[in-house]
């Protein structure tokens, strides 16, 4: 095998995984009616800052026509909206040019299987991610979170976590959840064969109400406690926000000196993640931070005052 042929692997090796990845981001995002959002779209530095106005609290009061006390003043304000960089790479995985040629395939076969195993691995990492951030912002808001943990998933359960919205139910578009808890529905002669979307270990569904059902066995879903628990999520538009920032680099490197050449490939990128009503904190939670600093909820600061203008609800169950 020349060395050129090694060249059209690596080249194979990014168009295979660009053109997985970015075929099943455009389905998960139909598929979740907009509940959890994967674009393309770059950032510069560690983090990514939105202004928006915030809501004036009070700004309607009853007026005495007689009085003529003094007013207290309400501000106008902004409030800052900021998403992280969080980093993403491979270990060296190797794949010695001495193989392909024992074994007589071409070299652009490993390429295009390392291409597209790495994109669905790494939707299911970003999935996995915003959940584990979602979840750990959410617990920690008793408004938004529901503790059933002993009890199985119901849809009685879910008609309660729902609740917590009030007027605003209707804005939870989709369910995320667990294999364990959605078996205990189906264990109650409850059935749902259509099935919107397979990517990896990621299934869509809808729910009796038309509600689509993510369903992920991700292990942000799982609280490992003694007895083990598992999180629903039901989401509103746009509660997790997760930006592939174009920056997928991949290196080639060959090393004498073995008795065969060795030669590896190794990839890394990024991508952005932010959560609905919530900005990280920049001097707590710090930059290109790793799985545990995402998963602390005083990393993530509320910045609506309602707790419905929220990304969505949690519950917990068996």
């Known amino acids: 095998m020349a060395l050129s042929d090694f060249a059209v692997f690596s080249e194979w090796a990014y168009s295979g995984f660009q053109e997985a990845l970015d075929y099943n981001i455009d389905l998960f995002n139909s598929a979740s009616a907009g509940a959890i959002v994967l674009r393309s779209k770059s950032h510069v530095g560690d983090f990514s800052d939105e202004a928006f106005w915030k809501r004036i609290e009070g700004l309607v009061r009853r007026r005495n026509v007689y009085g003529s006390a003094t007013l207290a003043e309400v501000n106008l304000e902004m409030i800052v909206d900021t998403m992280v960089k969080v980093a993403g790479g491979t270990p060296p995985v190797r794949m010695d040019p001495a193989w392909f040629e024992w074994i007589r395939r071409n070299p652009e076969e490993?390429?295009?299987?390392?291409?597209?195993?790495l994109a669905v691995d790494m939707l299911a990492d970003m999935l996995n991610t915003g959940i584990m951030a979602f979840v750990s912002a959410s617990v920690a808001e008793a408004e938004?979170?529901?503790?059933?943990?002993?009890?199985?998933?119901?849809?009685?359960t879910f008609n309660d976590g729902q609740a917590l919205f009030g007027d605003r139910s209707q804005a939870i578009r989709v369910w995320v959840m667990h294999s364990t808890p959605l078996f205990a529905l189906w264990g109650n002669a409850l059935a749902n064969a259509?099935?919107?979307?397979?990517?990896?270990?990621?299934?869509?569904?809808?729910?009796?109400?038309g509600r689509p059902i993510i369903i992920t066995d991700a292990p942000s879903l799982i609280n490992d406690d003694v007895p083990v628990t598992y999180y629903t999520l039901g989401l509103t538009p746009a509660?997790?926000?997760?930006?592939?920032?174009?920056?997928?680099?991949?290196?080639?490197?060959?090393?004498?000196?073995?008795?065969?050449?060795?030669?590896?490939?190794?990839?890394?990128w990024s991508f952005e993640l932010g959560l609905k009503g919530y900005a990280w904190d920049k001097t707590n939670g710090g930059k290109s931070p790793n799985d545990a600093a995402l998963a602390v909820s005083t990393n993530w600061d509320r910045i609506v005052t309602s707790h419905k203008d929220l990304g969505g609800i949690v519950i917990e169950t068996q």
């Open 110 to 117: 490993g390429g295009a299987l390392y291409g597209r195993q």
């Open 144 to 156: 938004v979170y529901l503790d059933r943990t002993a009890d199985q998933m119901t849809w009685a």
């Open 194 to 209: 259509e099935s919107l979307f397979t990517f990896g270990t990621v299934n869509v569904k809808t729910d009796p109400f």
């Open 239 to 268: 509660a997790i926000v997760i930006d592939q920032t174009d920056d997928f680099t991949s290196n080639v490197d060959t090393d004498n000196g073995s008795e065969n050449i060795k030669r590896t490939v190794q990839s890394e």
